[in-house]
């Protein structure tokens, strides 16, 4: 399965972008989807999963800033960010968890935000 991820660019602290990702194909079951980012010089890191079942699990660097939605159906997962901060740059990938199999992972997409 491939993932394509699209909405990443260029903003001003306390702006907004809105991430979306969509697989190639339709696997019917899966655990859950979401967004991983890494910064310069930083590891990956989780910024929001959401489950099959809807629950959604954030870093708590973006609670309350950040929110992930999926449609199960088509296999898509969305990332709203607002008020983004500097240190929310980063290449953001999304990552698809099937029942069984290995995990999809998106290519990434670039997200800077400046002072």
């Known amino acids: 399965v491939q993932l394509q991820a699209s909405g990443g660019g260029s903003v001003q602290d306390g702006g907004s972008l809105t991430l979306s990702c969509t697989a190639s194909e339709i696997i019917g079951s899966i655990n859950g989807m979401g967004w991983y980012r890494q910064a310069p010089g930083k590891q990956r890191e989780q910024v929001a999963v959401?489950?099959?079942?809807?629950?959604?699990i954030y870093a708590e660097s973006v609670k309350g800033r950040f929110t992930i939605s999926s449609d199960a159906a088509k296999n898509t997962v969305t990332l709203e960010m607002s008020n983004l901060k500097v240190d929310d740059t980063g290449v953001y990938s999304c990552i698809l968890v099937p029942r069984v199999g290995p995990h999809s992972w998106g290519q990434g997409t670039q997200v800077t935000v400046s002072s």
């Open positions: 959401i489950t099959r079942s809807g629950r959604a």
